[in-house]
């Protein structure tokens, strides 16, 4: 089993930035597929970037393009999104998902088999 805790979430003005963590623990070998994913209520949850824990790729949704950064440290079993230029469109509950997969740039929820609690973020205009 993977766990998975999130961290870093808040409120913020436009413009502002966050840093949210993603600290996984148990058979952490299994997957090689880390994503973030956000949802508001009465939306499917939608995926905003994800990174190949393997090679380091990088996949972002075009909304985040440019503003989100994702970073890991393996050492650490850690994985970051760095957020720039926050809009209030961003506010969501936000989830870190891994998953075993040769896809890593497919952000769809369907297919991520481990998941945090989420995280709360809350962008104020």
């Known amino acids: 089993q993977v766990q998975l805790v999130e961290s870093g979430g808040g409120s913020v003005e436009a413009g502002g930035s966050l840093r949210l963590s993603c600290v996984a623990s148990?058979?952490?070998?299994?997957?090689?597929?880390v994503a973030w994913l956000r949802q508001v209520p009465g939306k499917e949850r939608e995926g905003v970037a994800s990174i190949n824990t393997d090679s380091g790729v990088l996949y972002y949704a075009n909304s985040v393009q440019g503003r989100f950064t994702i970073s890991r440290d393996n050492a650490k079993n850690t994985v970051y999104l760095q957020m720039n230029v926050l809009q209030p469109e961003d506010t969501a509950m936000y989830f870190c998902a891994a998953r075993a997969t040769s896809i890593c740039g497919d952000l769809s929820a369907y297919y991520y088999q481990y998941w945090g609690q989420g995280t709360q973020v809350t962008v104020s205009s």
């Open positions: 148990g058979y952490t070998s299994s997957y090689n597929c």
